[in-house]
C-alpha cells in the first residue's frame, strides 16, 4: 500500500506534470524532473499525484510548488514542504521567511538561506544530454534570443535589458541578429489587467509593436538555439544568488554559446570558460566585437567546456536525479524517524 503524496500546483494537473508523453507539457523535457520524483518516491513507497487527485487532506506528505494562498495550518506543518523556485521578482510571496515556519522544510536555489537543515539545496533541474553538437556547419546567424515578452516594475528585473540588447542589434547589426518568443507580437505593459485589456481592444491593432528582428514563436528551444553561434541569455532578475534557471543550460544543450547575466555567483555554480559574461564588457559594442570575431578554435573551446561542465559532479546538482533524489531523500527521513 502506497503511502500517498500530494503536489499542490497550479498548473498541469491531472498528472500531466508527470507525463512525459504530453509534448504540450514537456516541451524540452519540462516535466522529467517531475517524472523523476515520481518514479523516486515510488521506490520508497510513495505515491505522488498533483493534488485534484490526491487531496491535501488524504494526503501523508505535501510539498507545494511554490507558495500557496492558503498556507498548511498548524497540525499540517509537520507533513508540508515548499519548493521554491520563482524568484522575489515574480513570486515576492515566496520569499516571506515568516511564511516558511508553515513548513516543515523548504527546497530551494536560494544560496544566503541554505543551511541544510530547515532549507535545503536544489535547482532548476534537468534531462542532461549525453553529448552536445559542436559542429559549426550547423550554425546560420552569429547571435539569437529566446524569451517571452513580460514587464515588470522591480529594480532587480532584467526584461528591460533584453529589450535593449534587441534594440541595439536591431539598429546596428540586424544582418547578425534574431529573436523568438512569445507576446512580441502584441504590447507588453508593466500592469498585466491594463495590457489583457488593451490587446483585446481595437486599439491593439492601430498600435502594432515593430520587432524587425523578431521571428515568432518555438516549439522546441533546443532546434533554433542549435542554429546560432550565440544567445542573449538574461535571467529574469540580477544579482540574486543561486538563481539559476534553465536558460544557460538550453544553450549548453544546444551547442550554443550563452552569453549570461543573472547570478551574481553564477561562477560558483559554472566555470567562466563555458559562458560569455556580459558583466565583462562595458557596451554592446564591444560584446559585438568580441563575439563577432572570436576564432573558430576559440569558439570550439567554450564548447570543448561546456561539455566537459555537463559531465562533472558539478553540473549534477543541476541535474533532474539530484533534484528528485534530494528532495525524497529528505522528506523520507522525516517520514522514517
Known sequence: MFNKVALVIDFHLENAIFDLGNKTVNRDDFAYSYFKLKDKFKSR???IATYDIHSVINSKIIIYNDMPKNLPDRVAISKSYLILLESEVIRPDNWDVHK??????????????????????I???HLFPE???????????????ISGNKKVSHPLELYSEREKAIRWFEKHHPDDFEFYGVGWDQYRL???????????SKLSVLF?????????QVKTKKNILSKYNFAICYENARDISGYITEKIFDCFFAG???IYLGADNITDHIPKTCFIDKRDFTSYEALYDFIKNMPDTLYLEYLNEIELYLKSPKAFTFSADYFAETIVNTIMQDIDG
Do not use: A, M
Open 45 to 47: 513507497g510513495c505515491d
Open 100 to 121: 516558511h515556519k508553515h513548513f516543515n522544510k523548504v527546497f530551494t536555489w536560494n544560496d544566503k538561506l541554505v543551511d541544510q537543515n530547515k532549507y535545503f539545496k
Open 123 to 125: 535547482n532548476f533541474s
Open 131 to 145: 553529448s552536445i553538437c559542436k559542429s559549426l556547419s550547423e550554425k546560420q546567424k552569429l547571435c539569437t534570443l
Open 190 to 200: 508593466k500592469n498585466r489587467y491594463i495590457t489583457f485589456l488593451f490587446n483585446l
Open 208 to 216: 502594432k509593436p515593430n520587432w524587425p528582428s523578431y521571428r515568432g
Open 256 to 258: 550554443c554559446v550563452p
